[in-house]
């Protein structure tokens, strides 16, 4: 089984703190994805990697960024937690580039920003 | 640009009934589509997809009927039971950028009364 698991559930962090959302997977996969998902907008795509240190922006990357040093790992960083970024995070990952594959996802962590 | 519009937001059925949720996607490089059922603290899980040459598929009670021509897909469940309250998110894939991304809708949250 895949297991896509994420560093924490719940986060609590002050305005303009530098927050840390940590997403391992276990099955080699190459694509890695960070989604918010927020009720009645569904899930919006912040940042994907298609391979270690390669990196592309979603549909809301403003306020995000990423980094992929291994294979396996996928974090999630914001620079400066703002009051909008309180949501619920969700890393996912999928085989490969270019076949249609599953999307597995994590349970998410959501975040609270003071 | 929601690129994926879903109905219902909400939906409720009584055990037994028939639940239907809607989509319909705009961009026509769209060429895979996937349902995804999520239950409370839970990532999202792919439920079932349809590749856009068939107009049904059918997995158990679950049946995703797809009219190419409307650009209109819709996800189906038969008998419905308490256990398949959930949210449930259609989604649309194409190969864009340099990897294959997922466009969701923006959910739809399913209530089944026993």
């Known amino acids: 089984d895949v297991k896509v698991t994420q560093s924490s559930r719940y986060l609590v962090k002050r305005t303009g703190e530098k927050v840390f959302l940590e997403c391992v997977q276990d099955?080699?996969?190459?694509?890695m994805f960070w989604y918010r998902q927020d009720p009645g907008l569904g899930l919006r795509l912040i940042y994907f990697s298609y391979d270690v240190k390669m990196k592309e922006k979603g549909d809301i990357p403003e306020g995000y960024s990423v980094s992929r040093e291994k294979k396996e790992r996928f974090s999630l960083i914001l620079e400066s937690a703002s009051t909008n970024q309180t949501s619920m995070y969700l890393c996912?990952?999928?085989?490969?580039?270019?076949?249609?594959?599953?999307?597995?996802f994590g349970p998410g962590t959501r975040l609270l920003v003071l | 640009q929601q690129q994926v519009k879903q109905s219902p937001q909400s939906l409720i059925v009584q055990k037994g009934g028939i639940s239907i949720i809607n989509c319909a996607y705009e961009n026509t490089a769209f060429d895979y589509f996937p349902w995804y059922q999520q239950f409370p603290g839970k990532g999202p899980a792919l439920l079932i997809a349809?590749?856009?040459?068939?107009s049904e598929k059918k997995e158990g009670r679950f049946t995703i009927s797809f009219n190419k021509s409307a650009k209109q897909f819709s996800l189906h469940i038969m008998d419905s039971q308490p256990g398949d309250s959930a949210t449930y998110f259609c989604?649309?894939?194409?190969?864009?950028?340099?990897?294959?991304?997922?466009?969701f809708g923006s959910g739809t949250q399913l209530t089944v009364l026993p």
């Open positions: 349809i590749r856009p040459d068939v």
């Open positions: 989604a649309a894939t194409d190969y864009s950028g340099s990897a294959r991304q997922l466009t």
């Open positions: 099955m080699d996969h190459e694509n």
């Open positions: 996912a990952s999928s085989l490969d580039r270019g076949t249609v594959e599953t999307q597995y």
